[in-house]
């Protein structure tokens, strides 16, 4: 055998023996890959932090200025809903209804002084029983005046008269203004 015949067949035998690489899946590639990119990233910012400072804190100071711009400005001018409170009118006429229920059978507080509301203890049924001052909801009133809290500038008392045919026909009280519609 010659010399170049025998260098063929050592190199048949090592490509036989060769264990075979494992296949690796697009997946892991890309895992891979990602992580390699996200090495270099680092590595070159590193490099230009140690080489140019000013070119790298400038840059960092821009991010963060962007990210404080996008956090800060912007947005849309939508305005949160707020109650307006409808114009009361002296004389004109109303119905009870309390804004705070769903329930038919409720009724609405009426009190002798604007305010009192405020000590309103419900705690004795004997209260119930007083003669006006739990009027059913929708029931009829005409209002007589307005008056604005004295502790709390977006609360207004009205004082009523009840209009309604009944044993609490003519009287007058004072409730929530909130509570006439």
Request: aromatic share 4%; proline share 6%.
């Amino acid at each position: 055998m010659s010399l170049d015949e025998n260098n063929n067949e050592t190199e048949a035998q090592n490509q036989a023996e060769e264990p075979k690489q494992p296949e690796t899946s697009p997946a892991a590639d890309s895992a891979a890959a990602a992580k390699n990119a996200a090495g270099n990233i680092v590595a070159n910012l590193l490099a230009l932090k140690e080489s140019n400072p000013k070119v790298f804190f400038g840059g960092v100071g821009a991010v963060a200025l962007i990210v404080v711009a996008v956090f800060m400005g912007g947005g849309s001018d939508a305005k949160l809903p707020v109650h307006q409170a409808k114009a009361m009118v002296p004389g004109q006429n109303y119905v009870l209804k309390s804004p705070n229920t769903y329930d038919p059978n409720a009724t609405v507080r009426l009190v002798s002084v604007p305010g009192s509301m405020a000590a309103y203890d419900d705690t004795e049924e004997n209260d119930r029983d007083g003669a006006c001052k739990h009027m059913p909801l929708n029931t009829a009133v005409k209002l007589i005046q307005a008056q604005a809290d004295t502790t709390d500038k977006n609360v207004l008392w009205a004082e009523v008269e009840i209009t309604e045919s009944g044993e609490c026909q003519g009287r007058k009280a004072w409730t929530s203004a909130i509570n006439l519609q």
